[in-house]
């Protein structure tokens, strides 16, 4: 190490991180618990520690100081002292170079060593010895960084929720087999913002990309023993640093931003998918990296037992957001992503951590209070992982107003339901006008849900209509990992098969259920690749694979289904009457003036009774109202096609699963009676306006749920137009209904 003296001073403990001034830089670290901080400075390479200074103040818990001269591109990092004493929850070690939990950019990936455990392994001790090896020349480096400038004209879309179509995509996979981008190129923010990529993207419509985790993450050493790798990326060490993955140089932030900068000019809003619920340091067995070795009692939730960790995420550990400045790291995190990075929205990794007092979920923790009042971040779109691995972790719907939330129950509802599944009709119809049931409360509204039917966690579109079950043997788990309840069905083939009649009836269930998606009320998500049937080979659980299966297959980009879905999403964004700003009910309620009609297939209206048939594989409504024309959607799950008598008046088909057809205007125009194929979709639109109602349409039979007092909508109730359901209470005998196939 050299003996140059550098001129430290006190600096300030107001701001963490290292801060850059135009002359030298403050470092600044929190700590409630260590007894002193040391900074390491390391030359250009990385590998050489050339200083080694004590911050010399300590202010509110903060270890300060400020060097002159130092500049962007400096390398350092932390050793903290302080008792080691795992029983009491304290795991100091300052033979460990730590990570600064406010860095904006990291050099060098992490090399795995034995020397990065706090703790002696393989000790008879166990967790409770203490190792002294120095773990610097394996831990990647933080980088001294200036702040963002240039962004010049970038303006964000602002695109109103009940408009948005999001597409969830992963950096890497969207261009790793892109022939369209350059070698070095791809899989990196470089290659997702070259214009043949984004024109893909404009092409289908889509007005926000959803980006699989972007903050720094390394690979599990397990995986890279097995060969395999964190591809998905959800085990953060750094809340504020792009992966170096991602990057052609590090600390190249700008090449972050001329992504984000390139997404804006095409209409298309940045939404990060962040993880802010555990570290990538795992349970007291796991390394100490940055955060356990700061802090260990601050910024994680210990058990009674302080030696161990109280875990909701089942990755051994949870942050602690009770903890002031564990919070503050959080929410300093979102709003440097949101004005540094002009990040448009950010979707939770297991949010109901976010929001906990231990075994309770609390919509009015300290978390959800300060993103309320935040000036910066109340302005942002804020999606919820409504649910975690601990007690009391599910909680769709419950979620404060100004979120939006995944709504797994919409996923399940539409896979089983094209599936052939009985019961599924009140469900179904639920999920079709988003929700209401979960989500009309407290004056959210439809687009609160957002309705996926595939996502990175599990089946692709392709392979939920070709397999029955997973098949994640290449994980190197003996197919033990993932979820063995996918509600899919292969048609009668396993995987792939080359009989015509199977394949024609696996592409029209994409149809019906891409369809289904883009005609619900809701903000619809689509998994990057569906659009052209990508497969994983029936594995529901990539996380660790970093080959082909989960890369985007460009030389499908021109696929007819990525035709079919594109059309869909314009169709979608010409009628309002599928993007309501409030909940649809039967013939009053709504402040639009629109309203929904439930129908038989004999042109009859819905009664109670009907709902409840638990072999009803037919849906039909009609939404109405206001300037708009109608619009009748008709469903038919069953094997065998049925006659379907229109309301009257001519009506000009629109969508048709069974053709692939999709058309804003001019498509065939139909009056009387329609054959509705065997597990097929249509969707008409009246010629000429005004509402269709049904003689006799029951608009407003038996309830399932009461109403919230909070609710403050002025509607009626959440459940409309729709009975209990098998979950929701006992049903009644089934009807003969004319329906029923």
């Not at 594109?566 to 639009?592: M, V, Y």
Request: with cysteine.
């Amino acid at each position: 190490m050299s003996s140059t003296p550098y001129a430290l001073e006190a600096g300030t403990g107001s701001r963490l991180g290292a801060t850059w001034d135009g002359a030298g830089t403050n470092f600044a670290l929190f700590s409630a618990h260590a007894e002193k901080v040391e900074l390491c400075l390391f030359n250009e390479s990385g590998r050489r520690e050339i200083a080694r200074i004590p911050l010399p103040e300590y202010t509110h818990q903060v270890f300060h100081g400020y060097l002159p001269e130092v500049r962007p591109g400096q390398l350092y990092g932390y050793r903290v002292h302080g008792p080691y004493a795992p029983e009491v929850g304290h795991r100091f070690n300052p033979n460990k170079l730590l990570a600064d939990p406010y860095a904006r950019a990291h050099k060098g990936d992490l090399r795995w060593h034995d020397s990065l455990f706090g703790y002696r392994l393989g000790s008879r001790r166990g967790d409770l010895s203490f190792d002294r090896r120095d773990s610097a020349f394996v831990m990647p480096k933080c980088v001294v960084t200036a702040n963002a400038s240039a962004w010049g004209t970038d303006r964000r879309p602002n695109t109103d929720w009940s408009k948005t179509v999001i597409y969830e995509a992963h950096v890497g996979g969207m261009t790793k087999g892109a022939g369209h981008v350059e070698e070095p190129l791809r899989g990196t923010f470089e290659g997702l913002a070259h214009p043949q990529t984004i024109r893909h993207l404009q092409k289908m419509g889509v007005t926000a990309i959803e980006l699989l985790p972007v903050h720094a993450f390394p690979n599990d050493r397990h995986l890279l023993e097995r060969g395999l790798v964190n591809w998905w990326g959800y085990n953060t060490i750094g809340f504020f640093a792009p992966t170096m993955r991602y990057l052609m140089q590090h600390g190249a932030l700008d090449e972050f931003r001329v992504m984000v900068r390139r997404l804006h000019d095409a209409g298309i809003e940045v939404i990060l998918d962040v993880v802010y619920n555990h570290t990538a340091e795992g349970n007291q067995m796991g390394p100490t990296l940055s955060f356990r070795g700061i802090d260990n009692a601050s910024y994680y939730i210990l058990g009674d037992d302080r030696r161990y960790y109280y875990d909701t995420t089942g990755t051994g550990n949870s942050l602690d957001l009770d903890n002031r400045r564990v919070l503050q790291m959080v929410m300093d995190s979102l709003r440097y992503w949101v004005e540094e990075c002009h990040i448009d929205g950010f979707r939770f990794d297991l949010a109901s951590t976010l929001g906990r007092r231990r075994d309770n979920f609390d919509p009015h923790a300290p978390f959800f209070d300060a993103v309320l009042q935040d000036p910066v971040l109340s302005g942002v779109k804020m999606i919820a992982e409504p649910w975690d691995t601990g007690n009391n972790g599910y909680q769709v719907g419950n979620f404060p107003p100004g979120w939006a939330e995944w709504n797994d129950t919409y996923r399940d509802t539409v896979r089983a339901f094209w599936k052939g599944d009985g019961g599924k009709a009140p469900d179904m119809a639920d999920r079709l006008l988003g929700s209401a049931s979960k989500f009309e409360h407290r004056g959210r509204r439809p687009w609160t849900s957002i309705n996926f039917i595939t996502a990175h966690d599990g089946f692709t579109l392709a392979d939920l209509v070709s397999y029955n079950d997973k098949h994640n043997e290449a994980n190197g788990e003996d197919n033990n990992d993932g979820h063995s309840h996918n509600v899919s069905w292969n048609h009668g083939v396993e995987g792939p098969t080359d009989d015509p009649d199977i394949l024609a009836l696996r592409d029209r269930q994409r149809r019906n259920m891409m369809a289904t998606l883009l005609l619900s009320q809701g903000t619809p998500m689509i998994l990057m690749g569906d659009e052209h049937g990508r497969s994983q080979d029936g594995n529901n659980n990539t996380y660790c694979q970093p080959g082909e299966m989960n890369w985007f297959d460009w030389s499908k980009a021109d696929d007819p289904f990525a035709k079919f879905t594109a059309d869909l999403i314009e169709l979608r964004k010409s009628r309002d009457l599928l993007t309501s700003q409030r909940f649809l009910h039967g013939t009053d309620g709504n402040p639009e003036g629109r309203f929904v009609t439930w129908h038989r297939r004999t042109g009859a209206a819905m009664q109670p009774d009907d709902w409840h048939d638990p072999e009803r594989r037919v849906l039909s409504l009609v939404i109405a109202g206001g300037e708009d024309r109608s619009l009748l959607l008709a469903m038919n799950a069953n094997p065998d096609a049925i006659t379907y008598r229109l309301p009257p008046g001519e009506w000009e088909t629109r969508i048709d699963t069974d053709t692939g057809l999709v058309t804003q205007d001019g498509g065939p125009t139909v009056s009387g009676e329609i054959t509705l194929k065997e597990r097929a979709l249509m969707l008409l639109e009246a010629v000429g306006t005004g509402p269709i109602e049904p003689e006799g349409q029951e608009t407003e039979p038996e309830m399932t749920e009461n109403a919230s007092d909070e609710r403050g909508s002025g509607l009626s109730n959440g459940q409309y137009d729709i009975p209990q359901t098998e979950e929701q209470g006992d049903t009644v005998p089934r009807s003969d209904d004319e329906d029923t196939i």
